[in-house]
């Protein structure tokens, strides 16, 4: 079974930093892009950041670039995001999903249950 | 960047009708467009790839058409459980989601 369990959210002032982590099994996770999409409070969803298989491609949404940094480790089977330089509008539910390039029109298959980031003073 | 519009923000419908929503795309993306549910509280779940593939284990009720920049994901039978928000997203670009449309009881 596909499991994607994330980790690290919580309460941060503005400016302060934060590492999310994403926890996968029940797949070759070595073998998928990998991605973290945000949630605003009442709000729709947001792609933030993917990254390729091995880490050599890095895309960002344009709001977070030079802020956050996304990153992995295929032997712990892990998906990370540095956030620095917190602002109040990124405060979100911040979900991992698997990115399946294999199917056409290229999905988010699977999904985590989200973590809470909150930036307020 | 490709912008994702739908056409309602929500809209009431009740068990037993046919529901249709639409979502359009700003410039051509072919059919690289997915469907997915969100109930509240949770994460969202894909429910229609590439236009118009079903994703394992969801139900023959739910489908999708389209292609270019206009889509449609129609339910043909609302059940009690597919009241949610239902999100659109290209993968033709920088990856986008529309807004989404709630769909509550009439």
């Known amino acids: 079974e596909v499991q994607l369990v994330e980790s690290g959210g919580g309460l941060v002032q503005p400016g302060g930093s934060l590492r999310l982590s994403c926890a996968a099994s029940?797949?070759?996770?070595?073998?998928?892009?990998m991605s973290w999409v945000r949630q605003a409070p009442g709000k729709g969803l947001e792609w933030v950041a993917n990254?390729?298989?091995?880490?050599?491609?890095?895309y960002y949404v344009d709001s977070v670039k030079g802020r956050f940094t996304i990153s992995r480790d295929n032997a712990k089977k892990s998906l990370y995001l540095q956030m620095n330089s917190l602002r109040a509008e990124d405060t979100a539910v911040y979900y991992c999903?698997?990115?399946?390039?294999?199917?056409?029109?290229?999905?988010?298959?699977?999904w985590g249950q989200g973590t809470l980031v909150t930036v307020s003073s | 960047d490709i912008q994702m519009t739908q056409s309602r923000s929500s809209l009431s419908a009740s068990v037993g009708d046919r529901v249709t929503i639409t979502c359009r795309a700003s410039?051509?993306?072919?059919?690289?467009l997915n469907w997915y549910q969100q109930k509240p509280g949770q994460a969202p779940k894909l429910l229609i790839y590439?236009?118009?593939s079903l994703q394992s284990g969801v139900p023959s009720r739910f489908s999708g058409s389209g292609s270019g920049t206009d889509f449609t994901l129609t339910i043909s039978s609302l059940q009690p459980e597919d009241f949610a928000t239902y999100y659109c997203?290209?993968?033709?670009?920088?990856?986008?989601f529309g807004p989404g449309t709630k769909v509550d009881i009439k």
């Open positions: 999903a698997r990115e399946e390039r294999a199917a056409e029109g290229m999905p988010f298959d699977y």
């Open positions: 029940g797949f070759s996770f070595s073998n998928y892009w």
């Open positions: 990254i390729k298989q091995d880490g050599s491609e890095k």
């Open positions: 410039q051509s993306i072919s059919n690289y």
């Open positions: 590439a236009a118009s």
């Open positions: 997203q290209q993968s033709y670009g920088t990856l986008t």
